[in-house]
């Protein structure tokens, strides 16, 4: 992040702190409820977000070299993401030409062939059709058109985005919408993948989301975790088009008050999440990089899968490298798995239980009004009459 935007962000923050404030939005906002237990509204999102949007798959860093692959089936579609010997991203669908059997499972390094566990027909890097046993069996089918299904992918900024349906490019330009310098500056493509978390949860998508996009339930739910570490009730949010970014100060900010605007640093001094609509978001943790993407589970409006990943400047190599990340990993986990995620599961349940038909977003949550405001008017269904 410039400079510039760091010191501007940081006389926002001690603006907010003398006025006992945090950011605003213009006015309220009512969500309404069917937002989380609708099933005609799932259906849609799965067809507009989850099949014609492209999703971020993973970090450039996690297939880093030639050889290195990834393999998802979050959005309910199997997908390979390799990097070929030219170093250039591919994505397909993970499904074998012969029968349909996934050809990759996992991830992994070093490839330069996948072989079909079922009866090793073998593709290469580019999902070219390489090899399928007996000569004489397939006459008609020139191997050429027997190539995995490529799937449109884009590279940029260290973040690797995939369109689970094939057809059509993704518009490098649009993904970012604003941010993409900003992210560029993180560098993301020198991270190092530490781990990977993948956890079923009785809720809706959506819900993992909005735990992060608003922090004045810091004080309160983590009062023992992070609100020792955390400004409690103060974010700077800012939209950029679909996505945003809030900025977390940490207490220690303050520090940087009695110090000249030169040597003021943001970054060690807050959290920063990045909202890239509609699933993903990016932490900045100060030292480290975490990443959450949140998807439904098939066809239920109250079940998801969050999967979170967690990055570290330097390869993990030493005991006393892993017993530090595996500390800050542990604290994620009890944060958003013992203190966040319970609370969902419970407003989950309250939802279905029709006490109310809309759920009220307070002007000092304004990044969850942005965030329903555009996914509504993304798939095109109408805002509540206004109070
Ligand atoms: S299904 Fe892949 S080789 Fe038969
Ligand atoms: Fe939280």
Known sequence: MKHSTQVELIKRVFALFEAKSTSMGEKIYRNPVSDYTCADQLQLEQQHFFRDYPLVMCLSSQIAN?????????????????????????AFLNVCRHRGAAVASGCGQGKKLFVCPYHAWTYDLDGRLRSRGPADAFPE???????????????????VWVKVTP?????????????GSEIASYKLDTMHHYQTSKLN????????????????????????????????????FDAFGRNGRFILPRRSILELKDKPEEEWDLLTHSAIIYLLFPNTLIVWQGDHIETWRSFPNGASTNECIAEAGFYTPEPVTSDKA?????????????????????????IQRGFEANAQSYITFGRNEPGLTHYHHNMRSALGLKEAPAI
């Open 66 to 90: 030639p050889g290195d692959y990834v393999t998802d089936e979050l959005s309910g579609v199997p997908v390979l993401v390799t990097r070929n010997s030219e170093g250039q991203v591919q």
């Open 201 to 236: 949860k009785k809720m809706n998508w959506k819900l993992v989301i909005d735990t992060f996009l608003e922090t004045w339930h810091i004080g309160t739910l983590h009062r023992q975790t992070v609100a020792p570490i955390f400004q409690p009730n103060i974010n700077v």
């Open 141 to 159: 089918i020139d191997a050429d058109n027997a190539s995995l299904v490529a799937l449109p992918v884009a590279e940029k900024h260290g973040i």
């Open 167 to 179: 057809g059509g490019e993704i518009d490098t330009n649009d993904l970012f919408q604003g941010l």
């Open 322 to 346: 892993k017993n530090h990340w595996d500390k800050n990993m542990a604290l994620l986990m009890a944060t958003v798995e013992d203190e966040d995620f319970p609370v969902c599961l419970d």
